[in-house]
């Protein structure tokens, strides 16, 4: 059974969704303007793409539940960049890149495991795990081809950077997306 | 590619950026004049992309100036 919003903390919740889903909109759009490898190129317009509609799916959702995004005053990219150092070229671009969307769809999944979810949460959720999926997808295979140009140890070292500023990260903000995500499995269904 | 120099560099990322020419003063920092994460790195990925260079973050941590930049990238095509 599905049960509505649960207060401002879901609202805030679904409201950081929004903003990071734009913010990642903003970067990917940025980055797709000046890269020319023509496949890179081809899969970050795409991936851009897919940041703004989900942007989209999750006013949608928030109208459909009868609120109003809240003002939230940052996301989680620009911690990344503070923690890992803007990256410096593409194959650091995608390593941070690979680093979020790991966690982006950690992070959905732990909601969907929320029992009383509410339906309309739930149904936007998993519509945007299915892209979450192909970005960890495309990045990765971005980056194994970069190893020719790059080397295997600076690709290999570029992910570990991300992988310990993503850790870094999550310890210091993070961390409260899972415990809003947890006090919701507290709350009884309507 | 033949070597650029740092006016062409400046010409660059003032297009890039679109920001005034006049703005892009050798002294300026880096930090007031592209004071948002995102356009640090679209301007520094358009560089490479458009001069043909590769830049890594320990070049870049040494950067302070508009100078400091044009100068490196001017550097790095003439390499």
Redesign the interface.
């Known amino acids: 059974m599905s049960g509505g919003l649960r207060g401002d903390a879901e609202r805030w919740l679904l409201s950081y969704y929004r903003m990071s889903e734009i913010d990642g909109a ?2 990917f759009g ?2 797709a ?4 490898d023509p496949a890179i190129q081809f899969d970050l317009t795409r991936h851009f793409a897919d940041e703004s509609q989900h942007s989209r799916w999750w006013s949608d959702c928030m109208d459909e539940m009868g609120v109003r995004p809240m003002k939230v005053v940052s996301s989680y ?2 911690a990344y ?1 503070e923690a890992g ?6 194959m ?2 995608l390593a941070v890149t690979l680093a979020f969307e790991k966690r982006v769809a950690g992070s959905y999944a732990a909601h969907t495991k929320v029992p009383t979810i509410a339906a309309p949460i739930r149904a936007t959720l998993e519509r945007i795990m299915k892209d979450e999926g192909w970005h960890i997808q495309w990045v990765s295979k971005a980056l194994r081809a970069m190893e020719a140009t790059y080397g295997e140890a600076d690709v290999a070292a570029a992910i570990k950077r991300y992988a310990d500023a993503d850790r870094e990260v999550y310890q210091r903000t993070l961390a409260e997306h899972d415990e809003i995500v947890q006090s919701l499995n507290h709350f009884k269904a309507a | 590619m033949p070597a650029i120099d740092a006016a062409t560099v400046r010409h660059r990322i003032a297009e890039t950026l679109q920001l005034p020419l006049a703005k892009l003063t050798d002294d300026r920092l880096l930090t007031d004049v592209v004071a948002e994460s995102f356009a640090m790195v679209e301007m520094v990925i358009d560089l490479q992309e458009e001069f043909g260079i590769r830049l890594d973050q320990a070049e870049l941590k040494q950067l302070k100036t508009v100078a400091d930049l044009t100068a490196l990238v001017a550097a790095k095509t003439a390499a």
Request: proline share 5%; hydrophobic share 55%.
């Open positions: 903003l970067f940025r980055l303007k000046v890269i020319r990219q620009d960049l150092g803007a990256p410096a070229n593409v650091e671009v």
